[in-house]
Nanobody, 129 residues
């Protein structure tokens, strides 16, 4: 599969909003979940949100629930996933990574679900206080 490509990062003040997008293409996408992860300086990469292949089932990290919204649109050749981030906090500052090919169906996300995922190169999100 082709590596997913993120866009939409940037610098925003605390309380502001940003919208990230991820474009992914490949033959097996139609049954694949996608998700967002982030890595802050000096920290391990962490789960942010995931959305199932049907675009309905999803899960969020507790730290972003009620502030971030994940969605996905599909056409024959490409999936586009977005992450709408509202009420941003300085602790949201990180490199945000998109992943496709996640083995998620519904319920709570588990780290083993990304064992065969395809990862993007990341986009920087910086929230100033």
């Amino acid at each position: 599969q082709v590596q997913p490509v993120e866009s939409g990062g940037g610098l925003v003040q605390a309380g502001g909003s940003l919208r990230l997008s991820c474009a992914a293409s490949g033959r097996t996408l139609s049954r694949s979940a996608m998700g967002w992860f982030r890595q802050a300086p000096g920290k391990e990469r962490e789960f942010v949100a995931v959305i199932g292949w049907n675009g309905v089932n999803n899960d969020y990290a507790e730290s972003v629930k009620d502030r971030f919204t994940i969605s996905i649109s599909r056409d024959r050749d490409q999936d586009t996933m977005t992450l709408q981030m509202n009420s941003l906090k300085p602790e949201d500052t990180a490199v945000y990574y998109c992943a496709s090919g996640i083995a998620y169906w519904r319920g709570r996300f588990s780290s083993h679900m990304v064992n065969s995922a395809n990862w993007g190169q990341g986009t920087q999100v910086t929230v100033s206080s």
